[in-house]
C-alpha cells in the first residue's frame, strides 16, 4: 500500500460536479420549501440569505425561540411582490446531515404559512473547509470544545 497524498484526497463523479451549483437551491411542496445550503463546517453560524416565492402578504410572524439552530433575522417582500428575501442565522452544530424547520406566517392571520427546512451537510473538524454557496456567509466561530486542558480536579 503506497502512501501517495491521493488517497486522502476526496474525488466526485462527474455527475456530482455537474451537479454542483454555487446557489442555493430551493425546491418547493405544498407548504413547505426546501433550502439546500450544501456543505458547511460544524462549529460555524451561518448567515444565510435567500429569495423564496410565496403568497403570504407583505408581512410576516414567526416564532423566534422555534428552533435553536435557525432563525429568521430580517425578511423584506421582492419587489414584483411575489415572494420574500430572507435572512437567516444558521448554526452547523453538529456533523452529518443537518435538517432544521422553521416556520413563517402571514400576519393577516388567514392560516397561511410556510414551513421552511434547511439542508446542510456538515463537515467534521479538520474535514476540509467547504466553499460556501452565494448567500452564505460565516458569521461566527464558535470555540474548540475538544481542549485536553480542564480546570476540573476529579473526586477526593
Known amino acids: 500500500m503506497s502512501n501517495s497524498s491521493s488517497e486522502h484526497k476526496v474525488h466526485f463523479q462527474p455527475v456530482e460536479v455537474q451537479a454542483h451549483d454555487s446557489e442555493i437551491t430551493l425546491k418547493y411542496s405544498e407548504k413547505r420549501i426546501d433550502v439546500h445550503l450544501g456543505f458547511l463546517q460544524i462549529n460555524r453560524h451561518y448567515t444565510v ?6 403568497d403570504l402578504g407583505e408581512d410576516l410572524t ?21 415572494g420574500h428575501q430572507l435572512e437567516m442565522d444558521f448554526h452547523a ?6 435538517q432544521e424547520r422553521v416556520s413563517v ?12 427546512v434547511l439542508h446542510a ?6 474535514k476540509g ?8 456567509k460565516c458569521s461566527q466561530v464558535d470555540d ?13
Open 144 to 156: 474548540d470544545n475538544d481542549s485536553d486542558v480542564t480546570d476540573w480536579q476529579g473526586f477526593d
Open 129 to 136: 473547509t467547504p466553499a460556501l454557496r452565494n448567500g452564505i
Open 93 to 98: 452544530h453538529r456533523e452529518k446531515l443537518i
Open 62 to 82: 414567526f416564532d423566534p425561540l422555534q428552533n435553536l439552530h435557525a432563525r429568521v433575522t430580517k425578511y423584506e417582500p421582492t419587489e414584483d411582490g411575489l
Open 121 to 126: 451537510r456538515v463537515l467534521g473538524k479538520g
Open 105 to 116: 406566517k402571514s400576519i393577516t392571520g388567514n392560516g397561511n404559512y410556510r414551513d421552511i
Open 49 to 54: 440569505t435567500f429569495v423564496m416565492q410565496d
